[in-house]
Protein backbone atom coordinates (compact mmCIF):
# COMPACT_ATOMS: atom_id res chain seq x y z
CA UNK A 1 0.00 0.00 0.00
CA UNK A 2 1.49 3.18 -1.16
CA UNK A 3 1.85 6.37 1.31
CA UNK A 4 -1.75 8.04 1.44
CA UNK A 5 -2.28 10.94 -1.02
CA UNK A 6 -3.34 13.47 1.14
CA UNK A 7 -3.48 16.17 -1.33
CA UNK A 8 -6.66 14.54 -2.66
CA UNK A 9 -9.60 16.81 -1.55
CA UNK A 10 -11.62 13.80 -0.26
CA UNK A 11 -8.96 13.86 2.71
CA UNK A 12 -10.20 16.73 4.04
CA UNK A 13 -13.23 17.48 6.31
CA UNK A 14 -13.98 21.44 6.64
CA UNK A 15 -17.12 20.05 8.95
CA UNK A 16 -15.68 19.71 11.78
CA UNK A 17 -12.46 18.22 13.55
CA UNK A 18 -12.78 14.70 14.80
CA UNK A 19 -9.99 12.98 17.47
CA UNK A 20 -7.19 11.13 15.08
CA UNK A 21 -7.54 7.31 15.52
CA UNK A 22 -3.85 7.22 16.56
CA UNK A 23 -2.98 9.99 18.92
CA UNK A 24 -6.35 11.38 19.93
CA UNK A 25 -5.55 15.26 18.65
CA UNK A 26 -8.22 16.62 16.84
CA UNK A 27 -7.86 17.26 13.00
CA UNK A 28 -9.54 17.58 9.61
CA UNK A 29 -8.16 14.99 7.79
CA UNK A 30 -9.28 11.36 6.67
CA UNK A 31 -7.36 8.42 5.92
CA UNK A 32 -8.60 6.20 2.95
CA UNK A 33 -11.51 4.35 5.44
CA UNK A 34 -12.96 7.91 6.27
CA UNK A 35 -11.31 7.69 9.71
CA UNK A 36 -9.65 10.68 11.20
CA UNK A 37 -6.14 10.50 11.07
CA UNK A 38 -3.37 12.89 10.96
CA UNK A 39 -0.79 12.54 7.84
CA UNK A 40 2.38 11.41 10.26
CA UNK A 41 0.23 9.31 12.44
CA UNK A 42 -1.04 7.45 9.24
CA UNK A 43 2.74 7.05 7.79
CA UNK A 44 4.42 6.43 11.06
CA UNK A 45 1.98 3.16 11.51
CA UNK A 46 2.02 2.13 7.96
CA UNK A 47 5.88 2.28 7.77
CA UNK A 48 6.00 0.34 11.36
CA UNK A 49 3.73 -2.23 9.77
CA UNK A 50 5.89 -2.23 6.23
CA UNK A 51 7.66 -6.04 6.07
CA UNK A 52 10.73 -4.41 5.04
CA UNK A 53 11.82 -0.48 5.18
CA UNK A 54 12.54 0.85 2.34
CA UNK A 55 16.45 2.12 2.33
CA UNK A 56 15.34 5.79 1.41
CA UNK A 57 12.13 6.62 2.95
CA UNK A 58 12.25 9.96 1.55
CA UNK A 59 13.06 11.34 4.95
CA UNK A 60 9.41 11.54 6.10
CA UNK A 61 9.27 10.56 9.62
CA UNK A 62 12.31 12.18 10.12
CA UNK A 63 11.10 15.69 8.96
CA UNK A 64 7.68 15.31 10.84
CA UNK A 65 8.42 13.35 13.86
CA UNK A 66 5.90 12.78 16.57
CA UNK A 67 6.44 14.16 19.77
CA UNK A 68 8.29 11.68 22.23
CA UNK A 69 4.99 11.66 24.72
CA UNK A 70 2.87 10.54 21.88
CA UNK A 71 3.22 6.73 20.89
CA UNK A 72 1.28 5.21 18.21
CA UNK A 73 -1.22 3.15 19.64
CA UNK A 74 -2.09 -0.12 17.41
CA UNK A 75 -4.05 -0.37 14.98
CA UNK A 76 -8.05 -1.71 16.39
CA UNK A 77 -7.78 -5.54 15.28
CA UNK A 78 -11.38 -5.31 13.89
CA UNK A 79 -11.74 -4.41 10.24
CA UNK A 80 -14.30 -1.49 8.83
CA UNK A 81 -17.41 -2.89 8.59
CA UNK A 82 -19.02 -2.18 4.61
CA UNK A 83 -20.22 1.10 4.32
CA UNK A 84 -23.87 0.31 3.64
CA UNK A 85 -24.32 -1.48 7.10
CA UNK A 86 -22.04 1.33 9.19
CA UNK A 87 -24.82 3.45 7.89
CA UNK A 88 -27.37 1.45 9.00
CA UNK A 89 -25.99 0.61 12.62
CA UNK A 90 -25.82 4.48 12.87
CA UNK A 91 -28.68 5.62 11.64
CA UNK A 92 -30.16 2.98 13.87
CA UNK A 93 -28.07 4.61 17.08
CA UNK A 94 -29.54 8.22 15.89
CA UNK A 95 -32.81 7.22 15.99
CA UNK A 96 -33.02 5.35 19.70
CA UNK A 97 -31.11 8.62 20.72
CA UNK A 98 -34.21 10.76 19.57
CA UNK A 99 -36.11 8.28 22.24
CA UNK A 100 -33.74 9.59 24.56
CA UNK A 101 -31.61 7.25 24.47
CA UNK A 102 -27.70 8.00 25.20
CA UNK A 103 -25.85 5.70 22.84
CA UNK A 104 -21.91 4.82 21.72
CA UNK A 105 -20.50 2.28 19.19
CA UNK A 106 -19.87 -0.93 19.69
CA UNK A 107 -17.55 -3.58 18.03
CA UNK A 108 -18.61 -7.30 16.48
CA UNK A 109 -17.96 -8.35 20.51
CA UNK A 110 -20.47 -6.26 21.55
CA UNK A 111 -17.73 -4.48 23.77
CA UNK A 112 -16.85 -0.60 23.10
CA UNK A 113 -15.37 0.04 19.72
CA UNK A 114 -13.19 2.82 20.37
CA UNK A 115 -10.37 1.59 22.08
CA UNK A 116 -9.04 3.58 25.51
CA UNK A 117 -6.67 6.34 24.74
CA UNK A 118 -4.91 5.79 28.00
CA UNK A 119 -5.39 1.82 29.48
CA UNK A 120 -3.30 2.23 32.10
CA UNK A 121 -5.80 4.92 33.27
CA UNK A 122 -9.02 3.17 34.30
CA UNK A 123 -10.19 6.48 36.86
CA UNK A 124 -10.60 8.55 33.27
CA UNK A 125 -14.05 8.38 32.56
CA UNK A 126 -13.94 10.87 30.11
CA UNK A 127 -12.81 14.14 31.57
CA UNK A 128 -9.67 14.23 29.10
CA UNK A 129 -12.08 14.66 26.17
CA UNK A 130 -11.01 11.92 23.71
CA UNK A 131 -13.23 9.41 22.92
CA UNK A 132 -12.65 5.61 24.22
CA UNK A 133 -14.10 5.57 27.89
CA UNK A 134 -17.04 3.19 26.73
CA UNK A 135 -20.36 3.95 28.56
CA UNK A 136 -19.27 7.05 29.26
CA UNK A 137 -19.03 8.19 25.83
CA UNK A 138 -22.65 7.57 25.51
CA UNK A 139 -24.60 10.29 24.26
CA UNK A 140 -27.96 11.94 22.99
CA UNK A 141 -26.47 14.23 20.75
CA UNK A 142 -26.69 13.59 16.87
CA UNK A 143 -22.99 15.77 16.34
CA UNK A 144 -21.41 14.04 18.97
CA UNK A 145 -22.49 10.07 17.80
CA UNK A 146 -21.55 10.88 14.30
CA UNK A 147 -18.09 11.80 15.59
CA UNK A 148 -18.28 8.14 17.66
CA UNK A 149 -19.04 6.55 14.99
CA UNK A 150 -16.75 8.00 12.25
CA UNK A 151 -13.96 7.43 14.30
CA UNK A 152 -15.01 4.01 14.69
CA UNK A 153 -15.49 2.40 11.03
CA UNK A 154 -15.41 -1.05 12.95
CA UNK A 155 -18.64 0.01 14.47
CA UNK A 156 -21.02 -3.09 14.14
CA UNK A 157 -23.77 -2.36 17.18
CA UNK A 158 -24.47 0.18 19.44
CA UNK A 159 -24.98 0.32 23.42
CA UNK A 160 -27.67 2.07 24.92
CA UNK A 161 -26.22 3.26 28.88
CA UNK A 162 -28.21 2.69 31.48
CA UNK A 163 -30.04 4.53 34.01
CA UNK A 164 -29.57 8.34 32.59
CA UNK A 165 -32.24 11.16 31.99
CA UNK A 166 -34.86 10.84 30.91
CA UNK A 167 -35.95 7.55 30.94
CA UNK A 168 -33.56 6.29 34.17
CA UNK A 169 -33.52 3.00 32.23
CA UNK A 170 -33.19 -0.81 33.50
CA UNK A 171 -32.76 -3.49 31.18
CA UNK A 172 -33.83 -7.22 33.54
CA UNK A 173 -31.46 -9.90 31.07
CA UNK A 174 -33.22 -12.81 30.59
CA UNK A 175 -30.51 -15.20 29.15
CA UNK A 176 -31.52 -18.46 28.04
CA UNK A 177 -28.45 -20.02 27.30
CA UNK A 178 -25.85 -22.43 28.73
CA UNK A 179 -28.90 -24.43 30.35
CA UNK A 180 -30.43 -21.48 31.97
CA UNK A 181 -33.99 -20.54 31.72
CA UNK A 182 -34.25 -16.98 32.65
CA UNK A 183 -38.11 -16.30 31.69
CA UNK A 184 -39.24 -19.35 33.66
CA UNK A 185 -36.67 -18.08 36.45
CA UNK A 186 -38.12 -14.33 36.54
CA UNK A 187 -42.04 -15.65 36.47
CA UNK A 188 -40.86 -17.90 39.45
CA UNK A 189 -39.27 -14.86 41.16
CA UNK A 190 -42.92 -12.61 40.30
CA UNK A 191 -44.98 -15.50 41.78
CA UNK A 192 -42.90 -15.72 44.58
CA UNK A 193 -42.89 -12.02 45.85
CA UNK A 194 -46.41 -11.17 44.58
CA UNK A 195 -45.33 -8.82 41.42
CA UNK A 196 -46.82 -8.97 38.00
CA UNK A 197 -45.07 -8.22 35.05
CA UNK A 198 -45.83 -5.36 33.18
CA UNK A 199 -45.90 -5.49 29.24
CA UNK A 200 -43.09 -3.00 28.51
CA UNK A 201 -40.31 -2.41 25.34
CA UNK A 202 -39.10 -5.80 24.61
CA UNK A 203 -35.76 -6.76 22.89
CA UNK A 204 -35.73 -10.47 21.65
CA UNK A 205 -31.62 -11.27 21.55
CA UNK A 206 -30.02 -13.35 19.00
CA UNK A 207 -29.86 -16.75 21.65
CA UNK A 208 -33.16 -16.81 22.24
CA UNK A 209 -33.31 -14.59 25.19
CA UNK A 210 -34.70 -11.49 26.12
CA UNK A 211 -34.09 -7.73 27.50
CA UNK A 212 -37.37 -6.06 29.69
CA UNK A 213 -37.05 -2.32 29.34
CA UNK A 214 -38.01 -0.57 32.94
CA UNK A 215 -37.79 2.66 34.40
CA UNK A 216 -37.11 4.07 37.96
CA UNK A 217 -37.38 7.02 40.00
CA UNK A 218 -35.07 9.44 39.27
CA UNK A 219 -32.25 9.43 41.98
CA UNK A 220 -31.93 5.79 42.34
CA UNK A 221 -29.15 3.79 41.50
CA UNK A 222 -29.87 0.14 40.59
CA UNK A 223 -26.63 -2.02 40.91
CA UNK A 224 -25.88 -4.08 38.20
CA UNK A 225 -25.60 -7.78 39.15
CA UNK A 226 -25.47 -11.49 37.51
CA UNK A 227 -28.02 -13.93 39.04
CA UNK A 228 -28.18 -12.05 41.83
CA UNK A 229 -32.23 -12.57 41.73
CA UNK A 230 -31.91 -16.14 39.94
CA UNK A 231 -29.98 -18.18 37.10
CA UNK A 232 -30.33 -17.06 33.68
CA UNK A 233 -31.26 -13.55 35.33
CA UNK A 234 -29.05 -10.47 35.42
CA UNK A 235 -29.36 -6.84 35.99
CA UNK A 236 -28.03 -3.83 33.77
CA UNK A 237 -28.62 -0.47 36.10
CA UNK A 238 -26.57 2.66 36.99
CA UNK A 239 -23.87 2.45 34.37
CA UNK A 240 -24.48 -0.32 32.40
CA UNK A 241 -24.92 -1.45 28.81
CA UNK A 242 -27.76 -2.63 26.86
CA UNK A 243 -27.17 -3.82 23.60
CA UNK A 244 -29.38 -1.52 20.87
CA UNK A 245 -31.86 -2.88 19.02
CA UNK A 246 -30.99 -3.03 15.47
CA UNK A 247 -27.27 -4.52 16.55
CA UNK A 248 -26.67 -7.32 14.03
CA UNK A 249 -24.18 -10.46 15.19
CA UNK A 250 -23.22 -13.93 14.34
CA UNK A 251 -25.83 -15.02 16.37
CA UNK A 252 -28.38 -12.58 14.66
CA UNK A 253 -30.07 -9.47 15.15
CA UNK A 254 -31.17 -7.63 18.53
CA UNK A 255 -35.15 -6.59 17.89
CA UNK A 256 -38.08 -5.21 19.19
CA UNK A 257 -40.65 -7.30 19.77
CA UNK A 258 -42.65 -4.47 21.22
CA UNK A 259 -43.49 -0.75 21.10
CA UNK A 260 -39.72 1.28 21.94
CA UNK A 261 -41.56 4.01 23.21
CA UNK A 262 -43.60 1.85 25.86
CA UNK A 263 -41.34 2.35 28.98
CA UNK A 264 -43.51 0.82 32.42
CA UNK A 265 -42.09 0.93 35.60
CA UNK A 266 -40.36 -0.41 37.59
CA UNK A 267 -42.53 -3.19 39.59
CA UNK A 268 -41.89 -2.15 43.07
CA UNK A 269 -41.60 -5.32 44.86
CA UNK A 270 -38.96 -5.75 42.38
CA UNK A 271 -37.39 -2.59 42.75
CA UNK A 272 -37.45 -3.45 46.54
CA UNK A 273 -35.27 -6.59 45.73
CA UNK A 274 -32.44 -4.83 43.91
CA UNK A 275 -32.01 -1.83 46.20
CA UNK A 276 -32.62 -3.35 49.68
CA UNK A 277 -28.84 -4.76 50.60
CA UNK A 278 -29.20 -8.15 51.84
CA UNK A 279 -28.51 -8.33 55.94
CA UNK A 280 -24.50 -8.55 56.92
CA UNK A 281 -23.77 -11.68 57.65
CA UNK A 282 -21.32 -11.37 60.99
CA UNK A 283 -18.42 -13.87 60.67
CA UNK A 284 -16.08 -14.54 64.61
CA UNK A 285 -13.08 -12.99 63.59
CA UNK A 286 -10.50 -15.54 65.24
CA UNK A 287 -8.78 -15.28 68.23
CA UNK A 288 -5.35 -13.63 67.35
CA UNK A 289 -3.48 -15.96 69.69
CA UNK A 290 -5.08 -19.16 68.11
CA UNK A 291 -4.98 -17.74 64.60
CA UNK A 292 -0.79 -17.01 65.35
CA UNK A 293 -0.74 -20.89 65.81
CA UNK A 294 -2.18 -21.86 62.33
CA UNK A 295 -0.08 -19.73 60.56
CA UNK A 296 2.46 -20.74 61.98
CA UNK A 297 1.52 -24.28 60.92
CA UNK A 298 1.44 -23.50 57.37
CA UNK A 299 5.53 -23.83 57.33
CA UNK A 300 7.95 -21.46 57.17
CA UNK A 301 7.53 -19.84 53.48
CA UNK A 302 4.01 -19.59 53.81
CA UNK A 303 4.14 -18.19 57.54
CA UNK A 304 6.40 -15.62 56.25
CA UNK A 305 4.27 -14.38 53.03
CA UNK A 306 1.23 -14.53 55.13
CA UNK A 307 2.21 -12.17 57.92
CA UNK A 308 4.05 -9.68 55.44
CA UNK A 309 0.75 -9.31 53.46
CA UNK A 310 -1.23 -8.90 56.32
CA UNK A 311 1.21 -6.36 58.15
CA UNK A 312 0.75 -4.39 54.65
CA UNK A 313 -2.92 -4.26 54.87
CA UNK A 314 -2.77 -3.53 58.49
CA UNK A 315 -0.15 -0.20 57.66
CA UNK A 316 -2.37 0.75 55.18
CA UNK A 317 -3.79 4.20 55.94
CA UNK A 318 -6.95 5.45 53.78
CA UNK A 319 -7.50 5.88 50.76
CA UNK A 320 -5.99 2.96 49.47
CA UNK A 321 -6.87 0.01 52.10
CA UNK A 322 -9.50 -1.59 49.95
CA UNK A 323 -6.91 -2.09 47.00
CA UNK A 324 -3.99 -2.67 49.50
CA UNK A 325 -6.65 -5.62 50.93
CA UNK A 326 -7.21 -7.07 47.53
CA UNK A 327 -3.74 -7.40 46.39
CA UNK A 328 -2.66 -8.93 49.26
CA UNK A 329 -5.32 -11.37 48.35
CA UNK A 330 -4.36 -11.54 45.23
CA UNK A 331 -0.34 -12.59 46.50
CA UNK A 332 -1.64 -15.22 49.10
CA UNK A 333 -3.90 -16.50 46.89
CA UNK A 334 -1.16 -17.84 44.41
CA UNK A 335 -0.11 -19.75 47.39
CA UNK A 336 -3.36 -21.08 47.99
CA UNK A 337 -3.98 -21.94 44.00
CA UNK A 338 -0.49 -23.78 44.66
CA UNK A 339 -1.57 -25.75 47.22
CA UNK A 340 0.92 -24.03 49.92
CA UNK A 341 -1.56 -22.17 52.00
CA UNK A 342 -4.99 -22.94 53.35
CA UNK A 343 -7.35 -20.74 52.13
CA UNK A 344 -9.57 -20.43 55.82
CA UNK A 345 -6.26 -19.35 57.51
CA UNK A 346 -5.69 -16.71 54.63
CA UNK A 347 -8.97 -15.48 54.91
CA UNK A 348 -8.88 -15.31 58.63
CA UNK A 349 -5.50 -13.44 58.71
CA UNK A 350 -6.42 -10.87 56.10
CA UNK A 351 -10.44 -10.27 57.51
CA UNK A 352 -8.39 -9.12 60.98
CA UNK A 353 -5.77 -7.48 59.40
CA UNK A 354 -8.48 -5.62 57.15
CA UNK A 355 -10.87 -4.74 60.21
CA UNK A 356 -8.17 -3.06 62.03
CA UNK A 357 -8.10 -0.21 59.84
CA UNK A 358 -11.79 0.33 60.11
CA UNK A 359 -13.19 -1.23 56.95
CA UNK A 360 -16.64 -3.02 57.46
CA UNK A 361 -17.30 -6.60 57.35
CA UNK A 362 -18.58 -7.14 54.23
CA UNK A 363 -16.20 -5.30 52.18
CA UNK A 364 -13.50 -7.26 53.86
CA UNK A 365 -14.99 -10.21 53.18
CA UNK A 366 -15.94 -9.36 49.06
CA UNK A 367 -12.55 -7.85 47.94
CA UNK A 368 -10.84 -10.69 50.15
CA UNK A 369 -12.82 -13.03 47.63
CA UNK A 370 -12.33 -11.11 44.40
CA UNK A 371 -8.22 -10.84 45.43
CA UNK A 372 -8.48 -14.95 45.74
CA UNK A 373 -10.36 -15.31 42.53
CA UNK A 374 -8.32 -13.12 40.77
CA UNK A 375 -5.28 -15.52 41.46
CA UNK A 376 -6.92 -18.68 40.85
CA UNK A 377 -7.92 -17.39 37.19
CA UNK A 378 -4.34 -16.11 36.67
CA UNK A 379 -1.91 -18.73 37.61
CA UNK A 380 -0.35 -20.39 34.86
CA UNK A 381 -1.94 -23.73 33.19
CA UNK A 382 0.16 -26.52 32.98
CA UNK A 383 0.10 -29.67 31.05
Not at 1 to 6: D, K, R, T, V, Y
Not at 197 to 206: L, S
Request: hydrophobic share 35%; proline share 11%.
Amino acid sequence: MALLNWRDPRHFDHARDLPCRWCGKPTPLRDDHRCPSHKVCAEQHLTNHQPTAPADSGGVLDTLPLPADQPIPSQPKEAPVPAPEWHRILAVALAAATRGHAVFPLGRTKRPAIPSPHPDNRNCKGECGKFGHGVHDATTDPDRIRALFEAAPWAAGYGIACGRAPHHLVGIDLDVKHDQNGPAAFRVLAAEHGFGIPPTATVATPSGGWHLWFTVPPGIRIPNSEKKLGEGIDVRGTGGVLVGPGTRTAGGEYRFTTSPDHLAPLPAALLDLLTTPPPASVVPVADPVELRGRIRAQGPYADAVLTREADKVRAQQHPGRKNRLWASAAAVGRLIAAGTLAEPVAHDALLAAALATGLDQRTCERTIRSGFDRATTTLPHTA
